[in-house]
Structures are given as C-alpha cells and as structure tokens.
C-alpha cells in the first residue's frame, strides 16, 4: 500500500511554499483582511468611548467575508487546495492523470454553471435599493460572484494533467460561456439551466438524476473539490425539482453576510500568524517545564498544548503541521515508542475542539441556532474529558516506557510561562471580552487577530511586517477561501432539504422506527462517527445540523446537550479510517504508510469513542456546568 501523498487536499500550505494565484489577488487579499481586522476593532473601542460604533462596520465586514473568502478559493484553485479526498495518490500511477483530467472537467463545468446562476442573482439584485452605510449598492459585492466562479472555471481547465483533457474542459467553457454573455449583454440564455429549459430536458429531467449523482459521486471518490461535488449536487437537485438554479449563489451569499461567520477569517488569521511565528516552541516549552516531571509527562504536554492549538486554529490540520515536527520527534527521543507517538500527534490535532474560541463551536451555534456562549460553556467540561482520557494513556505507555522524569524546576517553569505568557493570552483575551460584554464574537475575533498581528510583529518580532505577514494572510485567507466557499454551497444543499421538508419526513421516519431517546443517540453517534470521517467538518455542520436539531429536540435532548454531542462525534471522526482527515495529515507530514496510521491511531480511536459515549450517555458532563453558571435547564 503506498503512503499517502505529498500534499493532503485540504492542508495548510507550508510556510516556504509559495502562493498561487495573481499578485492583485494577493494584495487585495491582503489588504481586505488588514480592514477586516481593524473594522470591528475599532467598533468595539468607538463604541466604549461614545456609545455608539463605527457606521457601518459591522455590515462591511460581513460582505469583504465575501470576498476573502471567494478570493481566497481562486487561491485555492491555483495551488490545488481546496478540501477534497486524497484517494487519487492511491491508485496506480497510469490512471492518476485520468482520475485529475475527470475531476478537472467536473470541476470546470459546475463553476461554469456556478457563475451563470450568480449573474442571474446578480442581475436579478441589482434592481433593489439595499445600500450599506455611504450609499454603497449591495450588489457592488456580489460582482466577485460570478467573476470568481468563472476563473475558477478557466484555472481548472487549465490544471487539467494532458493536453487532451485541457481540449475537454475548454469544449465545456466555450459552451457555457454563449449563455454567461448573453445573460449579462441581453438579459437572455437563462433556458440554459432554469426550469424553462430546452424543451428535450422538459418532462425527461429524470433522464438526468441518476447518471448525474453517478458521475458526482464519481469525481468525490477520485478527489474532486469538495465544494464542486456539493454544488453539483445542489444545482441538480433544484433543477429536476424545477427551481430557479440561482437558488445555490443565493444561499451561498445569504451565509457569507451573516453577522456571526467573519469569525472565522478572523480567527484563522490569529492562529496562522501565531503559527508562524515561534507560538508553538513556546507553548511546548511551557508545558514542558510544568508538566515535564509527572510521569508520562511528556505525552500530557501533547495532548494539552494540541488541544490548546486547536482552540484557536480550528479543525483546520494547522495543529498537527505545525506541532507535530516539535512534538513527535521529542517523544521518540524520550523513550516513548515510534507508533504511539505517531498516534498520539494524530489523535491530538482534533482535541480542543469544544474549546472558545473554536470556530465549529461558533458555525454549529450560527445553523442550529443554539446560543454559541452557551455551547463553550457546555464544552469544557466534555472537553476535559477528552483530553484526560488521552493523556491518561499517555501516562501508561510513559510509565511502561521507562521515559525519564526531570525533576521540577520551579524557577525554570516560571520563566517558560513567563516566555509564553503572550501565546498564552489569546484565548484569554477572546473569553473575556466576550463573558465581559466589552465586545461581540467577530469584535474579539479581530481583536485576537490585532493582537497577534502585534505581538509576532512587535512583540517576539518572528513574523517581519513586509518578508512575512502579507504571505502568512494570504495562506491563512487560502484556507478561509476553501471553507467559505464549501459552506456556502453546503447550505445551497440544505436549503433544497428544507424546501423538500426533508426534515420533515425525516423525523416522520425516525420516530416511527425508533421509540428510545438512547437508542436514537447511539443511532447519532454511529451516523456522525461514519459521516465525520468523510465530510469536512464545516460541511458536516451545515449540512447535517439542520436535520439533526428537530430529531433532538422530538426525543427530549437538551439542544447545548446535542451540540456538544454532535461536535464530539465529529471530534471522533477525524480519526475514523479509511477517510479520517487527522489519518492523511498525518500520514502527509511523517511519511508514514496509511495503514500504519490506522493501527497506530487505533487505540486512541477506541480511547476517544469511550469519551463521546460518556459525553452522549451522562448529559450532566454537558448541562450542569450550563445550569451552573447560566441559570439553564
């Protein structure tokens, strides 16, 4: 079985890789983030200071969202990273360039479709009047839109591997584009893909259900973008119910300018200049120093300092790129054994999860509609858990390991914290002005993005203002870009369930079928288990938690309850082979075998379900802290 690739679809870039893309779409990425991080900064001062904000600060960062986060996926397509499966470095090598050419048509017909279905939104939103503060059309922010889907079009078909596959997908292009020119010059083409269609698609649309879920299930297998698979499947699921296909854009900006989501480039920010510079050396080093001497200590500083990363990276593998060349070859050196370290790292790059201020906290809260603050309190304690239950093991296998124990220095300890006290005060800095009410969750997050911005600049002085920081925003807004985009189009997806009351009747189903709340969460944890090791965990969210909040709610189960039931099982997944992300990253940055990382993670995988299912079975773990402090059920 060969090892896994190189590059993981999905993974951060490394931080000497250099950046895809145009040089304009570098610095205006930059520059947009730079107003995004300073936009809700000083709204939150301004409005400490004379009670009322900054005009329109709040709006016009929710719309540059919009446009980080499409500018950041032409990025993404540049440089082959967006999510995806990294199953096509599996197969022979003569059938690698055919799996690429296939996914690259996929690819570049439904961006194609994509931008066709933005202009329609576009055209059809330019006859309103909404403006943001200054007179500004909405519309204006809509124009990355369709533009940005169409490059993303062209760069796909000219990523295609052979000179025949480029012919292919540039076939597709010169027949869609006709209808882009027209719809935009003329106001007319639309008959393309609106349900007043070609009069041979009409009455036979069923014609295309099956052969067109085929070849998208297809392109998903053999590594195609995420985001194109869920798109396809969008556009094709409003087109046979004879639904305008501008529908899916429309869902897509209907979430990018929601009030909560710029958290999310915000905190990504922080986490990757953080990354860049020496945070992690510190951290490991701090917790070294004060955990060092306890027995297995070495293994409870990983587990800590990983869940610690995660909180403020997300679930994005910058955990373990960025930790695990630190970690791992430190526990080899102490004695730990080579596959338990190996699983160890791989199992921690998802711990933290439940931890503020983690961004799937926040995107669960925002589509489930469950109050986010309420979800960070219930995760604690459930998150603890987690982590003991990891390093607990860890402290066995330290123990049997014979790893050497230095004894407890506390001036030494002392000094470590003191040297990570900058690291340290991030989180600390988004809970409280958030529990304080000095600032919203997007306020603190850009506060949290300033304030490691200053520190790596003039703090620690790591990251050089103009060598450095533009290049770490740029792979940071890359990241972002992937995400933003697959949630966008996840949400077109679940937007069609909705209008299919899907929900619906799938509740009907479930309670005729099962009559326990118990058997009902074990059904949830096996479902989330399996799902959560193929879907990327944004994607999961917004398109799973909306089917599953009324299922919770019909069987009693408290909503923070299941929210944190939910984000734990998705937890689990990243290590649930075959398709467990945590499995290919690692695999990704030791160059070790697949199957070797199924072993080695294997016991932790068995370690962590133990904690979900104590999480799902005891909800006091989850509910009392939150009756505690918040006065809830």
Known sequence: MPSAASHVAGAPEAPGEKPGGTALERWALVLIVLVMVILPTLEAAVRRLTGSGVPGAAVYTEHLTLWVGFIGALLATATGHHLALSTVDLLPERLRARARAFGSAVTTLVCA???????????????????????????????????????????????????????????????????????????????????????????????????????????????????????????LLFFLAGTPVASVPAETFRLVVSPTLPAIPLLTVAGYVLAEGGASKRLVGAAQAVFGWMPGGLAIVAAFVCALFTTFTGASGVTILALGGIIFPALVSEGYPEGFSLGLVTASGSLGLLFPPSLPV??????????????????????????????????????????????????????????????LGLPLLIIVSVASGFATIVESAALGAAYAIIVELAVHRDVHPIRDLPRVLVHASTLVGSVVILLGVALGMTSYFVDAEIPTLLLTWVQAHIHSQWVFLLALNVLLL?????????????????????????????????????????????????????????????????????????????????????????PAITTGVVALIKGGP
């Open 113 to 235: 479709i994509l931008a066709f279905a933005s202009l329609d939104m576009l055209l059809a939103d330019k006859g309103r009047v909404d403006t943001l503060a200054g007179g500004v059309p909405e519309w204006w922010f809509e124009i990355i839109m369709p533009v940005g889907f169409a490059v993303m079009s062209v760069r796909a078909a000219r990523m295609a591997p052979f000179r025949k596959a480029k012919i292919f997908c540039g076939a597709i292009i010169a027949v869609v584009l006709p209808f882009v020119v027209s719809r935009a010059l003329f106001g007319r083409g639309a008959g393309l893909v609106m349900p007043d269609g070609p009069t041979l698609l009409r009455g036979h649309t069923g014609l295309l259900a099956w052969p067109g879920s085929l070849l998208l299930f297809a392109s998903f297998l053999l590594g195609a973008p995420v985001f194109v698979v869920m798109a396809g499947f969008a556009l």
């Open 362 to 423: 926040i995107l669960y809260g925002v589509v489930a509609g469950v109050a986010i603050d309420h979800l960070y309190i219930g995760g604690v304690v459930p998150g603890l858990l987690m982590i003991v239950l990891v390093a607990a093991y860890g402290v066995y296998v330290g123990v049997k390991s014979k790893a050497p124990r230095p004894p407890f220095d506390a001036r030494a300890a002392a000094k470590a914290l003191w040297g990570a006290k900058w690291d």
């Open 530 to 618: 399996v799902l959560g090791s193929v879907l990327e965990i944004y994607s999961a969210i917004v398109v799973l938690a909306p089917l599953i909040a009324p299922l919770g709610v019909a069987f009693g189960v408290e909503p923070v309850h299941l929210g944190v039931v939910f984000l734990a099982n998705l937890e689990l997944g990243f290590l649930f082979p075959p398709m467990g992300l945590n499995l290919f990253l690692s695999a990704s940055r030791f160059n070790k075998p697949l199957p070797l990382l199924y072993r080695k993670a294997f016991p932790f995988l068995v370690i962590m379900a133990i904690g979900v299912l104590l999480i799902t079975y005891v």
